[in-house]
């Protein structure tokens, strides 16, 4: 029972900061909210009807980079208002849709397309920050 008892704190300890890292750690990210969940035809045409960009991310389930956007800067509230008030954004998978991944040439994700019309109009690989994606997107799909 003694052995039990000095081993409760850690082990509680351990589950606690364990919890912890899962909340925000960017390899346990799920989709952003601020992308449409429908398909890219989908979404082009939502963009077109309202005049709008269509911001698209181009990802990797394996990429460090691109979970690192998931948690912190696609969530950010600066980036959804800035989509939201502007744009509409959608993400896919490079490995799960390598059509669009070839139709796009994508090369290394992350990398963020502006269409307008259609038609490209600007281009990123990279990880950015909110504040960068956000100068970004102001600089490239106003």
């Known amino acids: 029972m003694n052995t039990l008892r000095k081993l409760a ?4 300890l351990l589950a606690f900061l364990a919890a912890l890292f899962a909340w925000r750690n960017p390899f346990w990210a799920g989709r952003p909210e601020v992308f449409e969940t ?3 035809e989908q979404a082009m045409s939502k ?5 709008r960009a269509l911001v698209v ?6 990429c460090g980079p691109c979970k ?3 948690a912190w800067t696609w969530p950010s509230a600066k980036v959804t208002d800035w989509v939201r008030s502007n744009a509409v954004a959608f993400q896919f998978d ?5 059509e669009l991944a070839e139709r796009f040439g994508i090369q290394a994700m992350p990398t ?5 019309g259609g038609e490209e109009v600007a281009r990123h690989s990279g990880a950015l920050s909110a504040g960068e994606m956000v100068d970004w997107l102001e600089a490239n799909a106003k």
């Open 38 to 40: 429908g398909t890219f």
């Open 94 to 98: 490079v490995d799960k849709s390598p």
């Open 112 to 116: 963020v397309i502006v269409l307008k």
């Open 9 to 12: 704190f850690p082990l509680v």
């Open 68 to 70: 690192s956007m998931d």
């Open 47 to 51: 963009a077109d009807a309202c005049g």
């Open 57 to 62: 991310d181009a990802m990797a389930s394996w």
